[in-house]
């Protein structure tokens, strides 16, 4: 009884991380997913014998090991020659047409990645073994670690599969999950990866898989190693491949002629940075297995595919001075004023070194000879120095205790990395950085209302605060620098356009620290009225989705702050206004679950809470049990809570209640 349902809790996990992290489109809230996953380890911890290889639950790391064993590979994990000019391609496409006697070449083409070689095996649809590529015969095994890798399959998909299976690919790490995992450390004061190739390589290879499993790699399969009975070209392998679960990089197309082999590089190189990974060039390989297997391979190389490289995303510049800039929310920001060079064909200026532990641990100085790098949209950033070039007499850099703005002093919280000016909005930084926020695009949207205009606000002071520049008049806005009277006009039209927003953009202009859109936008969903969000308890928006309680903690201080709720009912007094969602009639959310109330409840009677519950649509029981999708727990709760507890049921607290019923 138990092991099926083990085993039914297992394809369905593996079922919906295929969804969520080969195909990008899940199909269950993560909320439910974490309750499967929850069922499957309570399953799992009584009855260890359930747990196969191939379970779900062995993502999050497992013991350290002492050292690696070897990975030995009878068809060797082969490189790749380069090409840096057409010229050399033309070359390769000439030899190999002489040695297979054909005038006219198929190509599969697709991106290199610029990450770690990995081979996966599967024997009888499961992942047995996982190692690097060492020397290319034999390298490091590392399968505790992919598994953590979170969409490597456990389990190829489908029955049609060999009975050997040995891939190989790249673990690289994504752009946006770089930039998320190293805001995140520089926000804690963690260690930062220095770029997502060489952050993917040290968490492959790491002896502790739980850290690890902290890393956020993705794999992306590009050939296979051992299988019988494929299909006969590499772009439908590669498609079968992706039929058994397996996750393909995007962007890979069949073509024949260099002239299109050249057009796609250009293509490819025009869109590198819209990409959702670094890539270090293309790579055309010969498509028919039956041509490759005639051209074979030369020492590591296969004769049957080139690598076109890309221009370097890092380059070598000189560090000519340290600047200090202050954020919206007073963060001392140090950044690197660059002898102009040119990135992946982009000259920059300026680089960040993001907070004073990571200037003390990569000891950049004022005179230094620094790498820098440049990727996806993140901004540019000086990744270390060179020590050869440094010259003698430099100092180490040290952020000043005042604010270069305002001379207000500077504070650094123990355990944060961040130094903060405690101007406030009397930091004239601070509050341009607010307008800006404010009047953005994706906040307010007020049209034309740009840097330049909101530095002469406040250096005029004109506006402290964000509900001000709704009071200007028409003469003061045309007595700024560069306004006459018809763009004036149509600034103040575009104030009042902006006027009317939705509930969202407006929570998210306010600029609440910790609440960004996707919070914002959470917010809105969950609260009908600002006035109910503006009284929520800590625990209730903990309650919510994706809010921990750090954000949560934002909140509450913002709304408890008598100038910002000043600053709200201005900007509502002088005509801000969204529309209100439309209440549904029937609340699907919560139709068919079953809550359990237990404790005292203060401000409703238990009567009350229930008869609400019902006209919801939920059911409301008298005991907890693995079906209670909820337990809401009043004062001196007992046995019933402890029962929630140990099944990992959601518990909330009569605010909490509230609010669901608000809803
Ligand atoms: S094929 C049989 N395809 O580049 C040839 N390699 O510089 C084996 N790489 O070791 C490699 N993207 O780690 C191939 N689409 C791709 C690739 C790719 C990245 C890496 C791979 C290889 C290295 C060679």
């Known amino acids: 009884m138990s092991q099926k349902k083990a085993a039914q809790l297992r394809d369905t996990l593996n079922e919906h991380n295929h969804y969520y992290h080969v195909l990008d489109d899940p199909r269950i809230p993560d909320s439910e997913y974490d309750q499967l996953m929850r069922d499957l380890q309570a399953l799992e911890t009584k009855y260890p014998k359930l747990i196969t290889p191939d379970s779900p639950t062995q993502r999050i790391g497992a013991s350290p090991v002492s050292t690696f064993a070897k990975v030995i590979y009878n068809k060797p994990m082969l490189s790749l020659g380069n090409a840096f000019e057409n010229q050399e391609v033309l070359d390769f496409d000439k030899r190999a047409q002489e040695h297979l006697k054909v005038d006219n070449i198929e190509y599969s083409v697709e991106l290199k990645l610029d990450g770690l070689a990995m081979s996966l095996r599967y024997e009888n649809g499961i992942l047995v073994k996982a190692g690097t590529r060492g020397d290319g015969t034999s390298g490091e095994e590392v399968t505790h670690n992919a598994k953590t890798i979170k969409n490597v399959p456990l389990r190829l998909r489908g029955k049609d599969y060999p009975k050997l299976l040995e ?46 499993a902290k890393r956020p790699l993705s794999f992306f399969t590009y050939a296979v190693g051992e299988g019988q009975d494929l299909p006969k070209t590499h772009s439908k392998i590669l498609q079968q491949l992706h039929k058994w679960g397996l996750p393909i990089a995007p962007e890979t197309q069949v073509l ?27 790579v055309y390989k010969i498509n028919a297995i039956a041509q490759q297997e005639i051209l074979g391979f030369v020492s590591r190389a296969p004769r049957w595919a080139i690598a076109y490289k890309f221009p370097a995303q890092e380059v070598s510049t000189k560090l000519l001075a340290i600047d200090v800039q202050v954020g919206r929310m007073g963060a001392l920001t140090p950044v690197a004023r660059l002898a102009p060079v040119t990135v992946g064909g982009v000259t920059i200026t300026n680089a960040t070194l993001h907070n004073q532990d990571e200037i003390n641990r990569k000891d950049v100085r004022v005179g230094d000879t620094v790498i820098v790098r440049r990727a996806g949209d993140v901004i540019p950033e000086v990744v270390r120095m060179i020590p050869d070039k440094r010259k003698k ?138 006035d109910t969000l503006m009284l929520a308890t800590n625990e209730a928006l903990q309650d919510l989705p994706d809010i921990g309680p750090v954000a949560a903690q934002s909140i509450v ?33 919560l139709a068919g ?44 709760a007992g046995s019933k809570l402890d029962k929630a507890q140990k099944l990992g049921i959601k518990i909330i607290d009569e605010a909490a209640l509230k609010v669901l019923l608000d809803q």
Not at 180 to 207: E, I, V
Not at 405 to 410: E, M, R, W, Y
Not at 569 to 581: C, F, N, P, R, S
Request: net charge positive; charged share 25%.
């Open 167 to 212: 891939v190989r690919g790249e673990v690289v790490i994504l752009t946006a999950d770089f930039e998320k995992y190293n805001k995140k450390c520089a926000a804690n004061g963690h260690k930062m990866l220095t770029n997502p190739r060489s952050g993917a390589a040290g968490s492959l290879r790491q002896l502790d898989s739980r850290k690890t």
């Open 256 to 282: 024949k002629g260099t002239q299109a082999l050249f057009d796609y590089y250009q293509d490819i190189l025009a869109r590198r940075n819209t990409l959702p990974f670094d890539i270090d060039g293309v």
């Open 393 to 530: 007499r430099t100092s180490a850099f040290i952020l000043p205790d005042k604010c270069p703005i305002c001379g207000s002093d500077v504070m650094r919280v123990t355990g944060e990395a961040v130094t903060r000016c405690t101007g406030g909005l009397f930091c004239p930084a601070q509050r341009k950085e607010a307008l800006k926020h404010f009047a953005a695009r994706r906040a307010m949207d007020i049209d034309g209302l740009g840097d330049k205009l909101i530095a002469q606000l406040v250096d005029k002071s004109l506006v402290e605060n964000i509900a001000d520049i709704y009071q200007l008049r028409a003469e003061q806005w045309a007595s700024l620098e560069r306004m006459g009277k018809k763009s004036s006009e149509k600034l103040m039209k575009a104030l009042e356009d902006s006027k009317k927003t939705t509930f969202a953009r407006f929570l998210y202009a306010l600029g609440i620290r910790d609440v960004g859109e996707s919070t914002a936008r959470i917010l809105s969903e969950n609260f009908s009225k600002l």
């Open 557 to 589: 201080a913002f709304f408890q702050q008598s100038h910002n709720r000043d600053i709200i009912q201005t900007l509502q007094d002088e005509g801000i206004h969204w529309e209100v969602a439309t209440p549904v009639t029937t609340k699907p959310s």
């Open 593 to 636: 679950h079953t809550f359990v109330l237990t404790g005292t409840l203060q401000e409703m009677t238990r009567d009350h809470a229930k008869a609400q519950l019902h006209a919801l649509g939920a059911k409301v029981s008298g005991s907890v049990s693995k079906k209670t999708y909820c337990v809401v727990a009043g004062e001196k």
